[in-house]
T-cell receptor, first 111, second 113 residues
Framework: LAKTTQPISMDSYEGQEVNITCSHN???????ITWYQQFPSQGPRFIIQ???TKVTNEVASLFIPADRKSSTLSLPRVSLSDTAVYYC????????????FGKGTTLSVSS | EPEVTQTPSHQVTQMGQEVILRCVPI?????FYWYRQILGQKVEFLVS????????KSEIFDDQFSVERPDGSNFTLKIRSTKLEDSAMYFC???????????FGPGTRLTVL
């Protein structure tokens, strides 16, 4: 399993764009990059997944350079409700595969 | 929007007692999972389940743990003889075969005294 490294914490203000970078130097050819969000006392929630280049959905964008050794989750114009822990996961996109969570990045958004 | 549900939301038990945590996965999902999260720590995988069999389990999932899909809707996690260190949030998740995300339930907070 590819090991991931992401900042322990980040601070931001409402309305700003937040970029959280994850390093995964040992990513394998079949691995996808997936981000989950977790609010206190709730289960993790899928945000976005990508394999290469850029993926965008209604919540976030995911930027993956050509070497795929890192990825950046971009949250446009954050609000107080985006305060949460964000997890970067790397692994095969197979239905039976366990998700292996790291410690994640705690994002704190202030007004 | 369909969601994974879990009961109870909070369970308090005495050390050595058996507990059963219940989950109702999303109805057309075929893959089921249990995770736990000790307070202040990361989410840890316990077990995955497909076609009425365990697909994968972690080192945490020892003989004290078992899972079952007793009917077409419920998915349960049983801890046979609880220990203090079993105190944690337990999350159930489910997934379709073709999708790319696991859908997590709200969790059951287990407190072992």
């Amino acid at each position: 399993l590819a090991k991931t490294t992401q900042p322990i914490s980040m601070d931001s203000y409402e309305g700003q764009e937040v970029n959280i970078t994850c390093s995964h130097n040992n990513i394998a050819t079949n691995d996808y990059i997936t981000w989950y969000q977790q609010f206190p006392s709730q289960g993790p929630r899928f945000i976005i997944q990508g394999y290469k280049t850029k993926v965008t959905n209604e919540v976030a964008s995911l930027f993956i350079p050509a070497d795929r050794k890192s990825s950046t989750l971009s949250l446009p114009r954050v609000s107080l409700s985006d305060t949460a822990v964000y997890y970067c996961l790397v692994g095969e996109n197979q239905a039976g595969t366990a998700l292996i969570f790291g410690k994640g990045t705690t994002l704190s958004v202030s007004s | 929007e369909p969601e994974v549900t879990q009961t109870p939301s909070h369970q308090v038990t005495q050390m050595g007692q058996e507990v059963i945590l219940r989950c109702v996965p999303i109805s057309n999902h075929l893959y089921f999972y249990w995770y736990r999260q000790i307070l202040g720590q990361k989410v840890e995988f316990l077990v995955s389940f497909y076609n009425n069999e365990i697909s994968e389990k972690s080192e945490i999932f020892d003989d004290q743990f078992s899972v079952e899909r007793p009917d077409g809707s419920n998915f349960t996690l049983k801890i046979r003889s609880t220990k203090l260190e079993d105190s944690a949030m337990y999350f159930c998740a489910s997934r379709t075969s073709g999708g790319n995300e696991q859908f997590f339930g709200p969790g059951t907070r287990l407190t072992v005294l």
